[in-house]
């Protein structure tokens, strides 16, 4: 099956900080990735959609000066936390879809954030 | 907006048990397709089957099925036969049929925390 990989998989930063978090489609292309959020036994949220070549998509409520997202190549999509304060520490997960494979997601392994 | 909803936080069975996890949704939309994923201690996201919803025929994976009713906007999954390798978080998701502006994000339900009595 197609992987996604995370990195790093935990991280912790310094209130003030900005903290990049890469996710990679290991065996496939993808065109488009989605960035969710899940906070400590809760459920995943969309934050955006991540375009290769283009401008993210941001879901209502999700500041994009905030969280900025960068898919510079087919492979590649990244989410910088700017700024990061303790309500920023979450678990950040990404997936990823395949161009030829429209129905399926592949989730990578998530990240653990925590801002002191 | 779409949304998901799951009523049991915490579901539990015996081993080799038949257990079924409850998923409602809401949608104007027609054509949609819904999921179940897993997500064990990990946090990895496993995906454990899937229903088009131009689909009549209930998804079945193995021990896992789904009973899929649209007009009931409910879209429940069965586990058979459940081993202690079933417990985790599950999750059903809901997501638009492909847009082809790459606005088809999942939209998750708060899940189900499946334990299993050996």
């Known amino acids: 099956g197609a992987v996604v990989s995370q990195h790093p998989s935990r991280v912790i930063c310094k209130s003030g900080t900005s903290v990049k978090i890469e996710c990679r489609s290991l065996?496939?292309?993808?065109?488009?990735m989605f960035w969710y959020r899940q906070f400590p036994k809760q459920s995943l949220m969309l934050m955006a959609t991540?375009?290769?070549?283009?401008?993210?998509?941001?879901e209502q409520g999700v500041e994009k000066d905030k969280f900025l997202i960068n898919h510079a190549s087919l492979t590649l999509s990244t989410l910088t936390v700017t700024s990061a304060h303790p309500e920023d520490s979450s678990f950040y997960i990404c997936?990823?879809?395949?161009?030829?494979?429209?129905?399926?997601?592949?989730f990578g392994p998530g990240t653990r954030l925590t801002v002191l | 907006a779409q949304t998901v909803t799951q009523s049991q936080p915490e579901m539990s069975v015996q081993e080799a048990e038949t257990v079924t996890l409850s998923c409602t949704y809401d949608?104007?939309?027609?054509?949609?397709?819904l999921f179940w994923y897993k997500q064990p201690p990990s946090r990895q996201m496993i995906l454990v089957i899937r229903?088009?919803?131009?689909?009549?025929q209930n998804a079945t994976e193995n021990r896992f099925s789904v009973n899929f009713q649209k007009a009931a906007k409910s879209f429940s999954l069965k586990i058979s036969d459940s081993q202690l390798g079933d417990a985790a978080m599950y999750f059903c998701?809901?997501?638009?049929?492909?847009?082809?502006?790459?606005?088809?994000?999942?939209?998750f339900g708060k899940g189900t925390h499946l334990i299993i009595q050996p």
């Open positions: 997936s990823a879809r395949p161009p030829r494979d429209t129905d399926t997601q592949y």
């Open positions: 065996d496939f292309q993808a065109t488009t």
């Open positions: 991540s375009n290769e070549g283009s401008k993210a998509t941001y």
């Open positions: 949608t104007s939309e027609s054509d949609y397709y």
């Open positions: 229903q088009e919803a131009y689909k009549q």
């Open positions: 998701a809901y997501r638009i049929l492909y847009s082809g502006g790459g606005a088809d994000g999942l939209t």
